[in-house]
């Protein structure tokens, strides 16, 4: 009997209407997550400053505010407020990515929140959901439709794409247009036309429109077409012709080896120049065919030539430098290429518990183990087995087979789903933006494709896997939906769950700003008045933006980037929230250096979301009040207010004598007052207490220390 329904249920699957509506009903399902998540979460870091510059790109053809990123997820983004009327803040002249950010709030905040914010949301949401279509078509196409609906399913619920996939951010996009790029040209491999050809291509451009990371893919399709080649000489037939002399025996063979292999080479490179031609042109649509910035000309800040004097890899610079002399590519493009870069340099990583000035090479590796869902990972592990079994099936279709059935696959086919993932991850362990999860999502697509296969190999292999496969697709529903909404903060139960991730993980793993709403719901539920708040993305999201009116207290952000003006009490008392990136230290740095290191040892009254950490107390913070008591010193002595300035810095020293920042302020303002002798004792006591915490998370301030030091000793003493 349970055979018989089997049977029934296979030729159920084999109509075609059956087939679509299993898969609308899916990605229906992911609608509706992601739907919920965006009406849940409030606003993350980067998505005010995403949002304007589509908008300004789409209404006045300006791409100087923000091109740390292409254009293509923005304006997608920007496009359902084209209808609304909205006021744009004027450009004040700030360099670029502090414009970007400070006005980007006042852009959404200052015409509604939510109602710009949340139908950007759903103009994302499309790629997350082009993406899920992708996965199921790729992994249809190569094993059948039991592999594409059930890799489509787990996709479905994995929190990571539920955590991104509903925000204005680059990360989901990228991946749907990376693997667009992969399956289009994978399909023209499978047969060629000039239709697909064209729509390999403008896949490529998508991919490098939608982020810098887009690069990543020519690499990735030249390897795919070395391969390709040496697998057509392995696959090739080397039969002796009838009464030939063994040397030339040895010679036919190796021509009739390596003859298919040169022809593959050559096809397929011949495409992959038309499909880099064709990507090069849809880069430059997106951009109207323009190399400046700026319709009127106006530059960049800072222009492009100078930022790239600031470049760390001067190689790359030249390079860009000579791109734009020849107007290569448009100049926003380019100035992005540098920003990447020089964003991967500065930006601390969190590990393991500890801050790094960079990235480290296992940080992906791990992420993935801690990031992942079980099942997910189980799947993974049983790959090897399923392909095993597999192996004859595997190797029996040639490089240049017909249209694939889902009856078997070719040896080529594994070439276009782990190259991706070979070559990406090589180059992400290699790089230092170490700051999430979310740069692995392209990574995870073709996974979740290879994982496709496997579950039809197991089926094939035996059906009772069904019972085991269908086992893990609930369990993947219920991990998920146990975060929900959570999802930013996921981390499997083999690492502790989502409540231990922040012992491995920081940054956008857990803590990308987006707690607020729930934040809001803590506090009124509570009537709590008397509260303070450590907001990691403060300054360019404000808590106030969504009616929490807590005490601001310092962080990073706003002390030494948006220079924001902020009065520190060095103790504070009632509710304290504090945002885990803050906690943990990935701005100012762990151990002393941290203001809010001392929470660690305290258990909270509350975690909410996962992300922002709730105290109740009294709580001395005097480090925190001296690093606002320093900032305001520098802004006092920049104005010209020598004594008021000097006042300030002494205080803070008072209140942190053992902070070389502090230390290194006051001897600025006490050399700006022209007291040379006590800014040089006040210099050397910053350098030795920079040297002594941490110096590593202070290599360029303690180089700056000793040039200053440098300085005033040839001039101590002189009139």
């Keep these: 009997m349970a055979a018989l329904r089997l049977q029934d249920v296979l030729r159920l699957q084999e109509r075609r209407w059956v087939r679509v509506v299993c898969v609308v009903a899916l990605l229906l399902l992911q609608t509706l997550q992601l739907v919920h998540v965006a009406r849940a979460t409030s606003s993350s870091w980067d998505e005010p400053h995403h949002l304007l510059d589509g908008y300004t790109i789409w209404k006045f053809d300006d791409y100087r505010l923000n091109p740390e990123v292409p254009p293509l997820i923005k304006l997608t983004a920007a496009l359902p407020l084209l209808r609304m009327h909205l006021a744009v803040p004027p450009n004040l002249g700030r360099e670029d990515p502090t414009e970007a950010f400070l006005d980007g709030r006042v852009f959404v905040f200052g015409n509604g929140g939510d109602r710009v914010l949340f139908p950007a949301r759903m103009a994302a949401m499309s790629y997350a959901l082009a993406l899920g279509l992708l996965i199921y078509l790729f992994a249809q196409e190569m094993f059948g439709f039991e592999g594409g609906i059930f890799a489509l399913a787990l996709f479905v619920f994995d929190p990571n794409f539920l955590a991104h996939g509903g925000m204005v951010t680059t990360d989901v996009g990228a991946a749907c247009c990376f693997l667009a790029s992969v399956y289009s040209f994978y399909r023209y491999c499978r047969r060629r036309s000039l239709v697909r050809l064209m729509v390999a291509g403008v896949a490529l451009g998508l991919a490098l429109s939608a982020k810098y990371t887009g690069i990543f893919l020519l690499p990735i399709l030249a390897l795919i077409v070395l391969l390709q080649a040496a697998l057509a000489a392995v696959q090739a037939p080397t039969r002796q012709p009838p009464g030939s002399s063994d040397q030339a025996a040895g010679e036919a063979a190796v021509q009739g080896r390596f003859a298919p292999a040169w022809n593959v080479l050559w096809r397929r490179s011949e495409a992959l120049l038309a499909v880099g031609l064709i990507a090069w042109v849809v880069v430059w649509s997106f951009y109207g065919f323009r190399y400046r910035a700026s319709p009127a000309g106006k530059d960049l800040n800072p222009p492009l030539a100078e930022y790239l004097t600031q470049m760390i890899d001067q190689r790359d610079a030249r390079l860009l430098g000579l791109m734009a002399r020849y107007k290569l590519l448009p100049e926003g493009y380019l100035w992005g290429l540098e920003n990447t870069q020089q964003i991967a340099y500065d930006d601390t990583s969190y590990f393991w518990g500890k801050v790094y000035p960079h990235g480290n090479w296992e940080y992906f590796p791990v992420a993935l183990l801690i990031k992942s869902t079980l099942p997910f990972l189980i799947l993974l592990g049983l790959t090897p087995l399923a392909w095993r079994w597999g192996r004859r ?148 999201i404000d808590p106030i933006d969504y009616g929490i009116h807590c005490h601001r207290l310092p962080t990073a952000n706003i002390l030494w980037w948006l220079d924001q003006p902020v009065s520190t009490p060095p103790v504070i008392s009632g509710t304290v929230l504090i945002s885990a990136s803050d906690l943990e230290g990935i701005e100012f740095g762990d151990g002393p250096m941290n203001p809010y290191g001392q929470f660690w040892k305290i258990k909270p009254v509350a975690v909410i979301q996962h992300g922002v950490y709730v105290y109740q107390g009294t709580f001395r913070i005097p480090l925190a009040a001296a690093l606002a008591e320093a900032q305001q010193a520098e802004d006092l002595s920049d104005g010209g207010k020598l004594a008021a300035a000097l006042a300030k810095a002494e205080d803070a020293e008072r209140l942190a004598p053992q902070s070389g920042q502090v230390a290194d302020t006051l001897g600025d303002v006490l050399a700006a007052d022209g007291q040379k002798a006590a800014a040089l004792a006040e210099y050397q006591k910053a350098l030795r207490l920079r040297q002594s915490v941490r110096p590593d998370l202070q290599v360029e301030d303690i180089e700056q220390l000793k040039q200053k030091i440098a300085q005033l000793q040839g001039s101590v003493g002189s009139p």
Aim: with cysteine.
């Design 393 to 540: 099936r595997v190797l029996a279709a040639p490089v240049d087979a017909s249209e694939g059935t889902g009856a078997g696959v070719a040896a080529q086919d594994l070439i276009f789903l782990l190259s991706p993932v070979a070559v990406y991850l090589a180059i992400s362990m290699s790089a230092n933006m170490d700051i999430g999860i979310r740069h692995m999502l392209p990574v995870y697509a073709f996974l979740y494709v290879l994982v496709g296969g496997t579950a039809t190999l197991l089926l094939r292999w035996d059906r009772r896997w069904a019972w085991v496969l269908s086992a893990l697709l609930a369990w993947q529903v219920v991990t998920s939906a146990q975060v929900s909404p959570a999802y930013m903060a996921y981390g499997n139960r083999a690492w502790g769950g989502p409540d231990k991730v922040d012992r491995y993980l920081g940054d956008a793993n857990t803590d990308w700003g987006q707690q607020l709403k729930a934040v809001k719901a803590y506090l009124d539920q509570r009537h709590i008045t008397n509260c303070w708040f450590v907001y990691f993305p403060d300054g360019s």
